[in-house]
């Protein structure tokens, strides 16, 4: 097979292409936003961290599996076989009729292959762990797969306000695929990263930190691969849009024409997304929601990638 992702094929001038008005006035609201994460409540108990990063992670697990299979996460089981990993919850999970996505580049069938792959063990740890130390796991929420990419499209400026449902389908090709992986691997991050401050037991603090690693190792190959197609104007504008909803400063990977806190100047293949310390950007549970609601401010309680709101505790922003 041949590779159609290089810098200069047609995939990588479609997506280019993508950018319209709208995100380079998205990019000016958002650079009017505060660089420091505001104070929010914090969930009561590590069981409600927990519970919080299984809401991602049934999010982030069923776009990976059904990529690569075809399948939802209720076609695979706990690691003893008696429950599905939807943890028998009457769960909705919209998404396109079709959604194994056509890879074309081996490389990159491989890196969704090993993101899925990890993305079901870390639903299956935390319904397996979470009864372990006391508490109960919670059952998978509504997802939408279908509407909140394309409305994420539109508010980013990727396709014309307007477009119908299905105007972008991240499962459509592997580029489109990768663009929606960008979209929730930093923001995995950046929640696992805000929430640590929460956690009391040590040993939940260090399950959550392997976690947070494997989704950083993801996030950086994902921001490396289309930084390298010439994506950055795409990840520039997914970033601003997220910076705008949840007021936490957010880079794409196309720095240039900027500096940093030393005055060098920024580069156009930003692989990390951190602040002048070298450190992750960090968001409380109430900013990770004003993300995947697609909606800033307080009170929120559902919208975008969870059309009802997640499971738990901490459901509102």
Same mark, same amino acid.
């Given at each position: ?37 505001k104070a929010a409540s914090a ?81 299956? @740890?935390?319904?397996? =762990?979470?009864?372990? %130390?006391? !508490?109960? *796991?919670?059952?998978?929420? &509504?997802? $939408? ?38 979209? @929730?691997?930093?923001? =995995?991050?950046?929640? %696992?990263? !805000?929430? *640590?401050?929460?956690?009391? &037991?040590? $040993? ?77 950007f960090r968001r409380t549970p ?32």
């Amino acid at each position: 097979m041949t590779n159609d992702m290089a810098g200069d094929g047609a995939d990588s001038k479609r997506l280019l292409g993508r950018l319209g008005a709208g995100a380079l006035a998205f990019g000016a609201m958002a650079a009017l936003t505060s660089k420091t994460a505001k104070a929010a409540s914090a969930p009561t108990s590590d069981i409600d961290v927990l519970n919080f990063a299984l809401n991602l992670e049934y999010l982030e697990a069923e776009y990976y599996v059904r990529a690569v299979t075809g399948l939802g996460l209720s076609s695979f089981t706990t690691s003893d076989g008696s429950a599905t990993l939807t943890n028998n919850s009457p769960n909705l999970v919209t998404a396109p009729p079709t959604t194994l996505v056509p890879f074309q580049t081996p490389a990159i069938g491989y890196w969704a292959e090993k993101i899925a792959n990890d993305e079901l063990s870390h639903v299956r @740890f935390l319904i397996e =762990g979470i009864p372990y %130390y006391g !508490g109960t *796991a919670v059952v998978e929420p &509504n997802i $939408d797969l279908m509407t909140s990419f394309n409305t994420l499209a539109q508010q980013a400026g990727l396709i014309p306000v307007g477009s119908p449902v299905g105007t972008f389908n991240p499962f459509a090709s592997e580029l489109d695929f990768m663009i929606g992986a960008y979209i @929730f691997e930093d923001v =995995g991050v950046t929640a %696992y990263a !805000g929430a *640590a401050g929460a956690l009391q &037991n040590p $040993d939940i603090i260090s399950y959550s930190a392997s976690i947070l690693a494997v989704e950083a190792m993801h996030a950086g190959l994902i921001r490396s691969y289309l930084s390298e197609i010439g994506g950055g104007k795409v990840t520039n504008a997914i970033s601003a849009l997220r910076q705008l909803v949840s007021n936490v400063q957010d880079n794409g990977t196309d720095l240039s024409g900027t500096t940093d806190s030393s005055g060098a100047p920024g580069n156009p293949f930003n692989f990390v997304n951190t602040d002048y310390n070298g450190q992750v950007f960090r968001r409380t549970p109430q900013q990770v929601l004003n993300v995947v609601y697609g909606a800033p401010g307080t009170g929120v309680t559902q919208g975008g990638f969870f059309p009802t709101g997640m499971t738990g505790a901490v459901t509102s922003t």
